[in-house]
Nanobody, 128 residues
Framework: QVQLVESGGGLVQTGDSLRLSCAAS????????MGWFRQPPGQEREFVAG????????????YYADSAKGRFTISRDNAANTVGLQMNDLKPEDTAVYYC?????????????????WGKGTRVTVSS
């Protein structure tokens, strides 16, 4: 059974940091690009960050939405079947349910519908 299980969310204040983690099982993790998405209250799900199969050691290994660039860092550990998202300098606009997802094809992550597998999400609330 394919599973993606997010953890690390919580209630924080503006300027704080959080590290999210996603544990994967039931598929060949190293064959998939991984991404983080978020869904703010009342809004559609949007792309946050993505990472290539080999991680950030390769060319064009990581990619970010403009809202995340410079503040968030995505990483993966293929030996542990995990993907992380380090979030620094959090803002109220970052409040959302955060999801990790996997994609086998080379299609863009800009469209969440291209993703093959999804976790159930972890909630991040940033108070002002």
């Amino acid at each position: 059974q394919v599973q993606l299980v997010e953890s690390g969310g919580g209630l924080v204040q503006t300027g704080d940091s959080l590290r999210l983690s996603c544990a994967a099982s039931g598929f060949t993790f190293s064959n998939y690009r991984m991404g983080w998405f978020r869904q703010p209250p009342g809004q559609e799900r949007e792309f946050v960050a993505g990472i290539s199969r080999g991680g950030n050691r390769g060319a064009s290994g990581t990619y970010y939405a403009d809202s995340a660039k410079g503040r968030f860092t995505i990483s993966r550990d293929n030996a542990a079947n995990t993907v992380g998202l380090q979030m620094n300098d959090l803002k109220p606009e970052d409040t959302a349910v955060y999801y990790c997802a996997a994609i086998l094809s080379a299609n863009t992550m800009s469209n969440p519908h291209n993703m093959d597998y999804w976790g159930k999400g972890t909630r991040v609330t940033v108070s002002s």
